[in-house]
Nanobody, 123 residues
Framework: AVDLVESGGGSVQAGGSLKLSCTAS????????MAWFHQVPGQERQWVAV???????YHRGTWSARFRISRDNRENTIYLQMNSLAPTDTGMYYC?????????????????WGQGTQVTVSS
């Protein structure tokens, strides 16, 4: 069965760092696109960073100066290094996989999702 498992969330004070991990399993082919999404209660999930293909990465403007996505294709794992965390970064972070081969940023384009990992940043 296909699965995405996130880890690395937790509670941290403002200015701190966290590194999220997401490992995909059960896929029979390489996953063209993997991404991190952020969601807070009452709001839609929004993309944070996308790893497309073997080398291309995209970071949303809001987070681009502080967050970095990386990808280990051998391990089918992506990471999100989160630095200089702020209370506004609090929320659930979801890992997602898009097997279509297209570069997409909308959550509806992603067909597999992890359970999410909570990040809480206190001031």
């Amino acid at each position: 069965a296909v699965d995405l498992v996130e880890s690395g969330g937790g509670s941290v004070q403002a200015g701190g760092s966290l590194k999220l991990s997401c490992t995909a399993s059960g896929f029979t082919q390489a996953i063209p696109s993997m991404a991190w999404f952020h969601q807070v209660p009452g709001q839609e999930r929004q993309w944070v960073a996308v790893a497309f293909g073997t080398t291309r990465t995209y970071h949303r403007g809001t987070w681009s100066a502080r967050f970095r996505i990386s990808r280990d294709n051998r391990e089918n794992t992506i990471y999100l290094q989160m630095n200089s965390l702020a209370p506004t970064d609090t929320g659930m972070y979801y890992c997602a996989a898009d097997t279509s081969g297209d570069l997409s940023f909308g959550p509806s384009s992603y067909d597999y999702w992890g359970q999410g990992t909570q990040v809480t940043v206190s001031s």
